[in-house]
């Protein structure tokens, strides 16, 4: 997938004393213009004496990681001549962009008892055209749950799911107030899996500090 025209032929099986016209109906998964262009007309003409044309297409490099895409052209209303097979044709449009890197916006953050919540933002290198989905578990000293005594409630549970076109996501933590006595300050460590559509790269370690409030 890079910018480079295609020429597709639409030929006739004899020569004809007369010109023959066919209109170009566009179709399939690609979507014009972000993923191609066409550089001649839509309605398709074979001079006199003639027995093919092309038809022209520019594929644009739109720099997502996406899967292969299709443009479906089919020939209709055909005059001077009558349809023969095979039609429609099928140009497929293969990906060439590597997958993006996916990482925590930063490797640590504190955030005091009585915030009420906190954020930890997972980031792309650069948007998807595909669903990215994140496997993370979670550790450190701080008590999860809705118990007495328990410090977090994981709001975003794995895996994490960044939707195509997204440049970022964020995990949600709801920080717990304990008001019956004083405790030092405790940890939430959250450690990415193997991420589906993207590649992992530092920090993919992520520690959450949860501060006293006396």
Same mark, same amino acid.
């Given at each position: 997938?890079?910018?480079?025209?295609?020429?597709?032929?639409?030929?006739?099986?004899? /020569?004809?004393?007369?010109? %023959?016209? %066919?209109?170009?109906?566009?179709? +399939?998964?690609?979507?014009?213009?972000?993923?191609?262009?066409?550089?001649? %007309?839509?309605?398709?003409? #074979?001079?006199? +004496?003639?027995? *093919? /044309?092309?038809?022209?297409? &520019?594929? #644009?490099?739109?720099?997502?990681?996406?899967?292969? &895409?299709t443009v479906l052209l089919t020939?209709?209303?055909?005059?001077?001549?009558?349809?023969?097979?095979?039609?429609?044709h099928t140009l497929t449009i293969?990906?060439?962009?590597?997958?993006?890197?996916?990482?925590?916006?930063? &490797?640590?953050?504190?955030?005091?008892? +009585? %915030?009420? +919540?906190?954020?930890?933002?997972?980031?792309?290198?650069?948007?998807?055209g595909k669903e990215i989905s994140?496997?993370?578990?979670? *550790?450190?000293?701080?008590?999860?749950?809705?118990?007495?005594?328990?410090?977090?409630?994981?709001?975003?549970? *794995?895996?994490?799911?960044?939707?195509? !076109?997204?440049?970022?996501?964020?995990?949600?933590?709801?920080?717990? /107030?304990?008001?019956?006595?004083?405790?030092?300050?405790?940890?939430?460590?959250?450690?990415? !899996?193997?991420?589906?559509?993207?590649?992992?790269?530092?920090?993919?370690?992520?520690?959450?500090?949860?501060? &006293?409030?006396?």
């Amino acid at each position: 997938e890079n910018n480079r025209v295609v020429n597709v032929e639409v030929s006739l099986d004899v /020569v004809s004393g007369q010109p %023959a016209y %066919a209109s170009l109906v566009l179709g +399939g998964t690609a979507v014009r213009p972000l993923d191609y262009e066409l550089l001649t %007309a839509s309605l398709v003409e #074979i001079p006199t +004496g003639s027995t *093919s /044309v092309f038809v022209m297409l &520019e594929i #644009i490099d739109d720099l997502l990681d996406e899967d292969p &895409e299709t443009v479906l052209l089919t020939l209709a209303n055909p005059m001077n001549a009558v349809l023969g097979m095979p039609n429609p044709h099928t140009l497929t449009i293969s990906d060439d962009d590597a997958p993006p890197t996916i990482s925590f916006q930063v &490797e640590t953050q504190k955030v005091p008892e +009585g %915030a009420g +919540g906190a954020e930890v933002v997972v980031q792309l290198s650069a948007p998807s055209g595909k669903e990215i989905s994140l496997p993370f578990t979670v *550790s450190g000293d701080a008590v999860p749950g809705e118990c007495e005594g328990c410090d977090y409630n994981l709001v975003t549970l *794995s895996p994490l799911v960044i939707p195509p !076109g997204q440049p970022a996501a964020v995990i949600e933590v709801d920080i717990v /107030v304990d008001t019956d006595y004083e405790e030092p300050d405790e940890t939430v460590i959250f450690s990415m !899996g193997t991420p589906v559509n993207a590649t992992r790269v530092t920090p993919y370690v992520h520690t959450l500090t949860i501060t &006293e409030v006396p």
